[in-house]
Nanobody, 123 residues
Framework: QVQLVESGGGLVQAGASLRLSCAAS????????VGWFRQAPGKEREFVAAITSSGFGTYYADSVKGRFTISRDNAKATVYLQMSSLKPEDTAVYYC????????????????WGQGTQVTVSS
């Protein structure tokens, strides 16, 4: 069993940066891939970024490529999402998830989810 807790969200202006954290409990966290997803009001949950268990493999949605960076510190059982050049369309609740059973870009592949953290970007 893994529990995930996101933090770092907030209200920022367009062009600003934020770093989200996903802290995990559970001894096996370092062996799991982790993904970040987001859901805006009235929209479906969408893939943002993912990272392999080792941290050497990363994946990004086209909409965030070049602006967001995913990383992990397995010693701290934490995955980060560094977000730069934020846009109003990045406004959403951001969720982290771990242990994908198939494609890391698919939300239905993940076994464990956090509760989410709100990111609001004003224009």
């Amino acid at each position: 069993q893994v529990q995930l807790v996101e933090s770092g969200g907030g209200l920022v202006q367009a062009g600003a940066s934020l770093r989200l954290s996903c802290a995990a409990s559970g001894r096996s966290f370092s062996t799991y891939g982790v993904g970040w997803f987001r859901q805006a009001p009235g929209k479906e949950r969408e893939f943002v970024a993912a990272i392999t268990s080792s941290g050497f493999g990363t994946y990004y949605a086209d909409s965030v490529k070049g602006r967001f960076t995913i990383s992990r510190d397995n010693a701290k059982a934490t995955v980060y999402l560094q977000m730069s050049s934020l846009k109003p369309e990045d406004t959403a609740v951001y969720y982290c998830a771990c242990k994908p059973r198939s494609s890391p870009q698919r939300s239905d592949a993940y076994d464990y989810w956090g509760q989410g953290t709100q990111v609001t970007v004003s224009s």
